[in-house]
């Protein structure tokens, strides 16, 4: 593979990244505060549920990516530790999605950045033990599978369309 | 990139579409009749469409990934051009079953094959002058797309579990 071939690969990853986050950001875009509080199936997640969660998730993605420190550690307890409506004081609608923004504005930036051997180096949630057994447990990996949690979510966003 | 590193990265992506795959075949595996003739949510597609319009969407792939014709182009007008309900005579849930077992490991055999430089030429869906624009648009590209949309139905489906 020349480094022309290196590149496409890469701008192919990165482009899914960014079209399924350009999908969900759509999505909550168009969203109304009272569909924000509308479940997407009855007795299931809520939006603002959701948009909490994947803000969360990306956040998480930082220390795992080796990107540095947590922005919004305090997102983990309302939007991944407990379901939802098991707490009932949320941020503010307008606070989440402004995350939401700032979060995969940064992260598309640094993963814009790196290198073909940075796209292959060891997360941060795989020992080295394991990582030397199982080299495809790499940042690569991690960003496809966030990539893929999206699109999860998007499915069930989906079927609060008319 | 190396030969090991290229080989890595194409490792990478291939666990992730075959990952998708299993979990999808997990889901339909433990499923009962009754349970595949259940609505993903009230008045959304039964579990069975899902099975169909999964594998009619795979089945797609061939053409698409130059690996030769379709096996089931007649599923389209079951699980993709009609929505669920529209057309009452599916065919059984075994057959089913064992067409998307079927493709399933066509596909991912014929991936498994292919060169690096396979993974990044033209599919069939774009033309040669668009390529030429957005070199993206490769097969690679096809790939993540179909693992997201499994993904996408996952999700969908993971709201029948208790």
Known sequence: MDQNQQD???KTVLSNWELAVKRAS???DACSDDEFLTPIAPGKNRVVYLLGHLTAVHDRMLPVLGLGERHYPQLDELFISNPD???TALPSIP???SQW???????TEKLGAWTPGEWLERHTAVTAEDFAREPHRNKLNIVLNRTGHVS????QLALLKK
């Open 85 to 87: 409506n098991a707490i």
């Open 101 to 107: 923004t700032a979060i995969n504005t940064l992260l």
């Open 26 to 28: 759509k999505f909550f």
């Open 8 to 10: 496409l690969f890469i």
């Open 95 to 97: 606070e989440l999605r």
């Open 152 to 155: 999860y979510h998007l499915g």
